[in-house]
């Protein structure tokens, strides 16, 4: 059962607890021989995620929805295509007027996989396909799984940031994020009803090790000098760059869904999850992927993001749940109601009504009328 | 007259031969005499040839099948290999014959089952009363001065009498759980798609199913195994839920008694926009109906039952956007319920607001208001239908008072868990067949 919170303008509390750790990590980060302690701890954080959301991942619940395929191929290639070409096209535009490594962070978190919870939570306020939410969500974080690190090494090589897939990322993925997963995923049958059932007691352990792994990400950080390196107009661009960035991908989506006659449930699951870009998903894998010393700045791109996607979604979601469908906004197609514009319809079909018939399908023309009106009526109670 | 599995298990052991149980069932369709202008053919001599192949069977050791022997009537739209399939109507009355058996009757005859009658229905499946220009106005077996209800009231009111122990209608917007309810017996909408529509003449493609009627569970569950394969799995635990809104405002207080009966404690949901959602399926169906027959009322709008024609001919007048705004709204809603519904596993519901209404006097009290009861009896099944559904009408018990049925409505796939609840409730004594007084009794 999909829980339903209200739409909330307010930063979201672990937002707040991000800050919270950033803050904590510029004032006090970890020094000396407290690092590899702290950094083993979150390579084991990001294997315990990893473990979780293997665990978490319902197969049933993705076959259930698979049926709906054209959407969820129209999800996956706003995530893996629209986002990363306009990652792409911004890093290009943006190259020498910001840090590079920036950059890097807002191209990374275009390569991302689509959130779970906060996806389907939004489509379930807006009266959306929740089932085909489902569904998208977690086949975007499956596939993610594998494409994301293969982009990063591909899409980071083309923009040459330095970084390719090399063995040794290879060997950090499977042991850190691939084996956990599919040890989770396998453990299911004898765990999953557990995990399903202690959400609410697992989420602090989940929360926790995303922290962690924040928190060793930017003591290396500050350490190398983040906030040196980092000013508040390179903070003010990335906000303005992820305003446009969803503003773009949501507005393509919404043509896409109009073009290809989508019906409104699922224009919304396409809006919702083909816009979203996971923060739980994004920080360990970051932790994974970078080095060290550049996880805190390539990360802090998509802090930002994730806050401008929960105040736009939010705001969306509520609209869409205030207008429960289009017809208010859709044109009455008038009936032809008199003796002559019923003849003239009947002409225009090949037909002739017989003199005997007309009084009879008159009534039953203002019978139809009346059946019109409470379709396309705002309150038809 | 038995029920379908009794007839079948005499059948097997060789208590009673299947030409032995055609006789009985030939002779009472014949003392009937037309009283209740149900039935519109019979089919004696292809009825013989059938049965004598069971009891063939039987002599030769062969499996002759859960319904062998079992007589049984379909709707007058199923293709029956050499007779001309007339819909209801005059139009087609000397249609050239079918070349083969509609899907369903097929599967009926590799179970044994033996075709003996067609039955009566509102021209075209156009309507929920089976007024018929042609044949006349089927009459309910409960109350004669009473409608049947329809489209399928043929179908519905030869079993309630004890006629037949089955047959077979179709629903588009509520023409097996109309007349299942008018007349006491149980009737099954399936999941939208599930059953065989090959061989059935259309009416609404969008919500056209076809359905069984049967005066037990029993019966109903071996229909089902017969027409599907029978591979579907009840759920242990039953979620119940009541439907509220304008399902309890236009419900007779048995009804509501009788959901207060059958689970006190179920939450109360209220379907969201569901005058919009009926308002939709009318216009989808006026559209389709319209179309299908847009060439016939060209050629010949006369030859058509006065009745249909007029609403077949505004129904071909709508405006094709029209058309496409209803179905826009239909994929939506569709989506809607089902993740409103997703907790549940049954909701109880009327099917219909009332009982069967006078034959003299067609018109049932809708939202404080008279309204044609031909136009209006779906009130609670047409929403249903609209998202496909899987619905069960099951008669209340109610021994000397005219019919009422509830609907048992599932999710799409549903329909064992529909039947494994339904059996609880006649177990229970909540729900079952009320016979007419002056049912059949015949030996079968």
Known sequence: MVRVSKPSFLPDFLLLCLIATVACASLFPARGVAVPWVEATADMAIALLFFLHGAKLSRAAILQGAGNWRLHLYVLASTYILFPAIGLAMVALFRGVADGLLLTGLLYLTLLPSTVQSSIAFTAIAGGNVAAAVCSASLSNLVGLLLTPLLVGLFMALDGGGETLSWRSVQVIALQLLVPFLAGHMLRPWIGSFIDRHKRVLMPIDRGAILLVVYSAFSAAVVGGIWSQVGIPDLLLLLLLSIVMLLIVMGANLGLARLVGLPRADRIVLLFCGSKKSLVAGVPMAGALFPAAQVGVIILPLMIFHQIQLFLCAALAGWFARHPDDAPTMQRPPLPRSVPEIESAADKCGLTIPQACMAGVTANLALLDRHADTLFATDPS | ?444
């Open chain 2, 1 to 444: 007259m038995k029920q379908a599995v009794e007839i079948a298990a005499c059948v097997r052991s060789g208590q009673m031969s299947a030409m032995a149980v055609l006789d009985a069932c030939l002779a009472g369709l014949a003392a009937e005499g037309g009283r209740l202008v149900a039935v519109t053919g019979i089919l004696a001599d292809r009825a013989r040839m059938e049965a004598a192949a069971i009891d063939a069977a039987i002599a030769s050791g062969r499996d002759p099948g859960p319904l062998a022997g079992v007589p049984y009537g379909v709707k007058d739209l199923f293709d029956i290999q050499g007779q001309p399939t007339t819909a209801g109507s005059a139009l087609y009355a000397h249609a050239p014959p079918a070349i083969a058996d509609a899907e369903a009757i097929v599967r009926l005859r590799g179970a044994g089952a033996v075709l003996v009658a067609t039955l009566n229905m509102d021209e075209f499946a156009y309507g929920f009363a089976t007024i018929n220009a042609r044949h006349g106005t089927t009459r309910n077996p409960h109350d004669l001065n009473r409608l049947a209800g329809g489209s399928s009231g043929g179908s519905a009111a030869i079993v309630a009498a004890q006629y037949l122990p089955f047959s077979l209608g179709s629903d588009t917007n509520g023409s097996v759980r109309v007349p299942a309810s008018l007349t006491g017996i149980y009737g099954l909408k399936p999941t939208h798609g599930t059953l065989p529509m090959g061989g059935v003449f259309p009416f609404a493609h969008s919500f056209d199913d076809v359905g069984p009627f049967t005066r037990s569970i029993a019966d109903m569950q071996c229909l089902w195994d017969v027409l599907t394969g029978g591979h579907d799995v009840p759920r242990d635990q039953i979620r119940v839920a009541q439907l509220g809104g304008r399902f309890r405002a236009n419900a007779d207080e048995d009804q509501i008694a009788a959901m207060q009966a059958i689970a006190p404690d179920a939450p109360l949901i209220d379907l969201p926009d569901i005058a919009r959602a009926r308002s939709a399926a009318f216009l989808i169906t006026a559209a389709e109906g319209g179309a299908l027959h847009r060439e016939a009322l060209g050629r010949d709008a006369m030859a058509f039952d006065p009745a249909t024609r007029d609403r077949l001919l505004a129904g071909a007048l709508l405006p094709q956007n029209l058309y496409e705004a209803a179905q826009a709204f239909r994929a939506d809603y569709r989506q809607r319920i089902t993740a409103l519904i997703a907790d549940h596993d049954v909701l109880l519901a009327p099917a219909t607001p009332c009982v069967a209404p006078l034959i003299a006097d067609p018109r049932i009290l809708i939202d404080g208001a008279l309204s044609p009861a031909r136009a209006d009896l779906g009130i609670h099944t047409q929403p249903i239908s609209f998202i496909g559904l899987p619905s069960l009408s099951v008669p209340l018990r109610r021994p000397g008072r005219l019919p009422l049925g509830l609907q048992l409505i599932g999710k799409a796939g549903s329909e064992a868990t529909l039947l494994r609840f339904a059996a609880m409730l006649e177990d229970k004594g909540l729900t079952g067949v009320t016979s007419p007084t002056d049912a059949y009794q015949g030996d079968a």
